[in-house]
């Protein structure tokens, strides 16, 4: 007998239409948690010859070894995590999950360290910190403020 390969060893394959994503997201949670692999199906936007997207939402399978979930700017919330075909960092949008197989296999690439946009190393002591800088990102100004275009309350 045949098993499908989402089916082998206890591994099942869950459908995000068939369950909430809160329950989605504990499943993430948990495999960051405990280090554990995550194959996840899901819609990506297609990219042209010249690496410019289409529009056009195409089907992906990626094995990650995710390390955190976050929400955009935009207000998506996305899976972050190491591609373990190519060994780089990838963002999934959990709206656009499908399907997903939380294995026991650990992780074994390196993930890069968070850095700022100007690629300085963030270095964070303690958890108040930690949730300083994700409270600050939300808040940051999208352009610098100089002189000419900062205004002062009174």
Known sequence: ????????????????????????LQDMERSITRRHLVTLTFLKEEKDAAGKKTGRLIEDVRSMELYDIR???????????????????????????????????????????????AGAV????SPAQLIARELGRDYLPRT?????????AA
Do not use: S, W
Request: charged share 25%.
């Open 71 to 117: 929400t955009t700017r935009a207000g998506h919330l996305i899976l972050k995590g190491m591609d373990r075909a190519t060994g780089e960092a990838r963002t999934v949008r959990v709206d656009r999950l499908r399907a997903y197989t939380c294995h026991r296999m650990a992780f074994v690439l390196t993930r890069p360290e968070a850095t700022t946009p």
């Open 122 to 125: 963030i270095v964070v002591r």
């Open 1 to 24: 007998m045949v098993v499908a390969h989402h089916e082998t060893r206890g591994h099942k394959m869950r459908h995000t239409n068939q369950q909430t994503t809160t329950k989605t």
């Open 144 to 152: 610098a403020a100089n002189r000419d275009t900062a205004t002062l």
